[in-house]
């Protein structure tokens, strides 16, 4: 009996150690074959942009095709769940945004998936900070003038948004928050249109990201006011960061990563991290693809990523819940 325990165990343990060594092994051979990476947004928008930049370079890493497919919908949810329901094989991913996993969940009544359970972070691969800009119409040319006429005129001031729950909205909820003035919200179908009608004063002040008001900027269709990053943008020297002008809990930021099905073995996600992290390292793509177009590149680990979605998840939880925003 005690000869044939011993084998039990010897032969569970021999089990074990080879279950764990096939998840935790290299890739080897992978991809075998063309690799798809799912972006749940429209073509030629920023993440768009940035996804197909890290598809050409990692279609040379890798030596197979790697192909963008763009499925927009539902805030990405729909283009989120084609990635959840694929084969774990490592040949789907998701690259998305941070609602997606942060504020989705907290703005949906109901969702079809749990992004944070239903599929395995890779990495992030850039962050980049939201400018709040106004039109020069606008009689404030900073932050503190913007304070003082929105409290003299409380709800007469109007900003636009890309929707119920988006980052421009979620900022200017916690901007009413700490400054303690009331600004009228206008939602618009996207960020470009956003962007576009406080250009053409329509609306009164928004938030958008550096590269894409710097051009507007400059050229004095647009004032900006202020940057929720901790540090100034390289590109806006001359803007102050929210904590600069006393409001250091004004601080957002945004990215975009890469996700594959829940099931993907552990050893895919770390060949995707590796190869990606040294893509990010490389100064070509770096400064000429990335930080010349304002995107900081990140590339943590699976288990960076993970641990902060969750604490980013509580804190945009906190922001969903002052701005009152939900969909049904």
């Given at each position: 009996?005690?000869?044939a325990?011993?084998?039990?165990?010897?032969?569970l343990?021999a089990?074990?150690?080879?279950?764990?060594?096939?998840?935790?092994?290299?890739?080897e051979?992978?991809?075998?074959?063309?690799?798809?990476?799912?972006?749940p947004?429209?073509?030629?928008?920023?993440?768009?942009v940035?996804?197909r930049?890290?598809?050409?370079?990692?279609?040379?890493?890798?030596?197979?095709?790697?192909?963008?497919d763009?499925r927009?919908g539902?805030?990405?949810?729909?283009?989120?769940?084609?990635?959840?329901?694929?084969?774990?094989d490592?040949?789907?991913?998701?690259?998305?945004?941070?609602?997606?996993?942060?504020?989705?969940?907290?703005l949906y009544?109901?969702m079809?998936?749990?992004?944070?359970r239903?599929?395995?972070?890779i990495?992030q691969?850039?962050?980049?900070?939201?400018?709040?800009?106004?039109?020069?119409?606008v009689?404030a040319?900073?932050?503190?003038?913007?304070?003082?006429?929105?409290?003299?005129q409380?709800?007469?001031?109007?900003?636009a948004?890309?929707?119920?729950?988006?980052?421009?909205?979620l900022?200017?909820?916690?901007?009413?928050?700490?400054?303690?003035?009331d600004?009228?919200?206008?939602?618009?179908?996207?960020?470009?249109?956003?962007?576009?009608?406080?250009i053409?004063g329509?609306?009164m002040?928004?938030?958008?990201g550096?590269?894409?008001?710097?051009?507007?900027?400059?050229?004095?269709?647009?004032?900006?006011?202020?940057?929720?990053?901790s540090k100034?943008s390289?590109?806006?020297?001359a803007?102050?960061?929210?904590?600069?002008?006393?409001y250091p809990?004004?601080?957002y930021?945004?990215?975009?990563?890469?996700?594959a099905?829940?099931?993907?073995?552990?050893?895919i996600v770390?060949?995707i991290?590796r190869?990606?992290?040294?893509?990010?390292?490389?100064?070509?793509?770096?400064?000429?693809?990335?930080?010349?177009?304002?995107?900081?590149?990140?590339g943590?680990t699976?288990?960076?990523?993970a641990?902060?979605?969750?604490?980013?998840?509580?804190?945009?939880?906190a922001?969903?819940?002052?701005?009152g925003a939900?969909?049904?």
């Amino acid at each position: 009996m005690t000869r044939a325990l011993h084998w039990l165990f010897a032969l569970l343990a021999a089990l074990s150690s080879s279950a764990v060594a096939q998840v935790a092994a290299p890739a080897e051979g992978w991809p075998s074959r063309t690799v798809r990476i799912v972006v749940p947004s429209p073509g030629g928008s920023g993440i768009d942009v940035v996804a197909r930049l890290l598809a050409h370079r990692l279609s040379v890493i890798w030596g197979q095709t790697v192909i963008v497919d763009n499925r927009p919908g539902a805030n990405s949810i729909i283009g989120s769940e084609l990635v959840m329901r694929a084969p774990p094989d490592g040949l789907t991913l998701l690259f998305a945004s941070d609602s997606t996993f942060t504020v989705n969940p907290h703005l949906y009544a109901s969702m079809p998936f749990d992004p944070l359970r239903d599929l395995a972070p890779i990495t992030q691969v850039v962050t980049f900070n939201q400018l709040l800009v106004a039109h020069p119409s606008v009689g404030a040319s900073d932050l503190a003038q913007l304070v003082t006429l929105a409290r003299a005129q409380p709800g007469h001031i109007t900003y636009a948004s890309f929707g119920a729950g988006s980052s421009s909205h979620l900022l200017t909820e916690l901007l009413k928050k700490e400054t303690g003035i009331d600004l009228l919200h206008v939602p618009y179908k996207g960020l470009a249109q956003a962007v576009a009608a406080v250009i053409a004063g329509e609306s009164m002040v928004t938030w958008a990201g550096v590269f894409s008001t710097q051009a507007a900027i400059e050229s004095g269709r647009l004032k900006a006011l202020g940057i929720a990053a901790s540090k100034r943008s390289a590109f806006l020297p001359a803007v102050p960061t929210f904590t600069e002008l006393g409001y250091p809990a004004i601080e957002y930021t945004l990215w975009f990563g890469l996700f594959a099905p829940a099931a993907t073995p552990r050893g895919i996600v770390d060949r995707i991290h590796r190869d990606v992290a040294r893509l990010l390292a490389d100064p070509e793509f770096r400064d000429k693809d990335l930080l010349s177009k304002a995107y900081e590149p990140s590339g943590i680990t699976p288990d960076q990523f993970a641990a902060h979605l969750r604490r980013e998840s509580t804190a945009r939880a906190a922001l969903v819940k002052l701005s009152g925003a939900k969909v049904e």
